[in-house]
């Protein structure tokens, strides 16, 4: 099994940390001179809640979330935020005064789909998106229009790492990491990538999952 290098850059939050690797690596729509490494900030409850208390800081009371809709693997950190918007008495439309964590189930063809079951904690809610990343948008704007289909308002996207501008169609997006972390961070389509011209190989493949390296 081979295992990437990463640096670890510490923050002035306690667990709240950056941690990348340095490459050429590939994602199914992009390519990208860093990998940045999100597996312990899922799977790590200290992490996990250090994450959810940076997102949970942009938030106020006028901003209204009966659900948080989990992507990527992001379920620990998804219950974790849950837990500091009600501590923070956020206001919350559902009979309960309570936030559902849900995720998405994804078809064959790559659609959001929520069964009967789970539909009525999107219909008619105020939904906050929760993803790993938000870099080329495609999950993450497919997410927004299922939330849409499905009767529900997305009020906010948060995510660890974002390379977007700071709202997407007037919904306002939340990370605790931007670019601005990393001055020569660079991705770029994979028929523009400079590091493919000039032939370098990619070093793994990569995804909110984790990474598969390239021998």
């Known amino acids: 099994m081979s295992i990437l290098n990463t640096i670890k850059y510490e923050t002035k939050r306690r667990n709240l940390f950056l941690r990348v690797a340095k490459g050429h690596f590939a994602t199914n729509d ?30 106020y009371h006028s901003t209204i979330v009966d659900t948080i809709l989990c992507l990527d693997g992001t379920e620990v950190i998804g219950a974790c935020l849950a837990e500091q918007l009600t501590k923070a008495d956020f206001v919350s439309m559902n009979a309960h005064q309570s936030i559902y964590v849900v995720s998405p189930e994804i078809t064959n063809s790559s659609q959001f789909l929520f069964r009967d079951n789970i539909v009525p904690m999107i219909r008619g809610k105020h939904v906050l998106v929760l ?3 938000y870099s080329s948008g495609k999950t993450v704007e497919a997410a927004i229009d299922a ?4 009767g ?13 501008e700071k709202s997407l169609d007037n919904i306002p997006i939340y990370s605790c990491f931007d670019p601005n972390f990393l001055e020569d961070y660079q991705n770029y389509s994979p028929h523009e ?18 990474y598969s390296v390239l021998k």
Request: aromatic share 10%; proline share 1%; with cysteine.
């Open 152 to 164: 529900g308002t997305v009020t906010a996207v948060s995510a660890i790492f974002s390379t977007k």
């Open 131 to 133: 993803a790993v990343s």
């Open 193 to 210: 990538c400079p590091m493919c011209k000039e032939g370098k190989k990619i070093d793994a493949l990569i995804n909110g999952h984790g």
């Open 147 to 150: 939330v849409k289909y499905y």
């Open 30 to 59: 992009r390519h990208s001179n860093y990998y940045i490494d999100v597996v312990a900030q899922k799977a790590r409850m200290s992490e996990a809640q250090a994450v959810a208390e940076e997102l949970s800081s942009y938030f």
